[in-house]
T-cell receptor, first 112, second 116 residues
């Protein structure tokens, strides 16, 4: 039951360029979406979130876009930096529950 | 910056033994969670806890699992009789609230449980 899907297991981007990570979801009851970043042997670190009443949220180099009609969200990182290299998880929440549903993650590698 | 802390970082146990994984959530947070990630798989929800009781649990969280907040600061996950398939990274998380305000859950660094 993959309610949250990240179809690209990996992405490689040159330093300074834009990284675009994609996420699709199936449950129309999801009301809140989050991106987490995870380094090896560490827990997920909250990055940025967006409520379903918005279509864009920006925080520094990170911008999340939400297309509710397509049930699609994306995370843009610009400019990408080598320290951004990590696994990025998309997560979604239904307000009627407490739990986050995670995607399978996309491994981003930013090379010089 | 406040953070969620978990101990131990790595726990090795024999199949059938009981383990307790410990977590100290962020102090002003009211909602507590356990998630796990089996190697190579996605992060999965186990249980949420609020107001000293379980508010939601997944199908993974069977009778072998229990959670407790014994002293107002620690939040523990107990597995009564571990199985090989319980081997995973276990993450504790906490949040201020639920809903649009305080929905962001902050995660600890994880405890790697290895059942042999």
């Amino acid at each position: 039951d993959q309610q949250v899907k990240q179809n690209s297991p990996s992405l490689s981007v040159q330093e300074g360029r834009i990284s675009i990570l994609n996420c699709d979801y199936t449950n129309s009851m999801f009301d809140y979406f989050l991106w987490y970043k995870k380094y090896p042997a560490e827990g997920p670190t909250f990055l940025i979130s967006i409520s379903s009443i918005k279509d864009k949220n920006e925080d520094g180099r990170f911008t999340v876009f939400l297309n509710k009609s397509a049930k699609h969200l994306s995370l843009h990182i610009v400019p990408s930096q080598p320290g951004d290299s990590a696994v990025y998880f998309c997560a979604a929440r239904d307000l009627n529950t407490d739990k986050l549903i995670f995607g399978t993650g996309t491994r981003l590698q930013v090379f010089p | 910056e406040p953070e969620v802390t978990q101990t131990p970082s790595h726990q090795v146990t024999q199949m059938g033994q009981e383990v307790i994984l410990r977590c100290v959530p962020i102090s002003n947070h009211l909602y507590f969670y356990w998630y796990r990630q089996i190697l190579g798989q996605k992060v999965e929800f186990l249980v949420s806890f609020y107001n000293n009781e379980i508010s939601e649990k997944s199908e993974i969280f069977d009778d072998q699992f229990s959670v407790e907040r014994p002293d107002g600061s620690n939040f523990t996950l107990k597995i009564r009789s571990t199985k090989l398939e319980d081997s995973a990274m276990y993450f504790c998380a906490s949040s201020v609230g639920r809903g649009r305000v305080g929905t962001e859950a902050f995660f600890g660094q994880g405890t790697r449980l290895t059942v042999v």
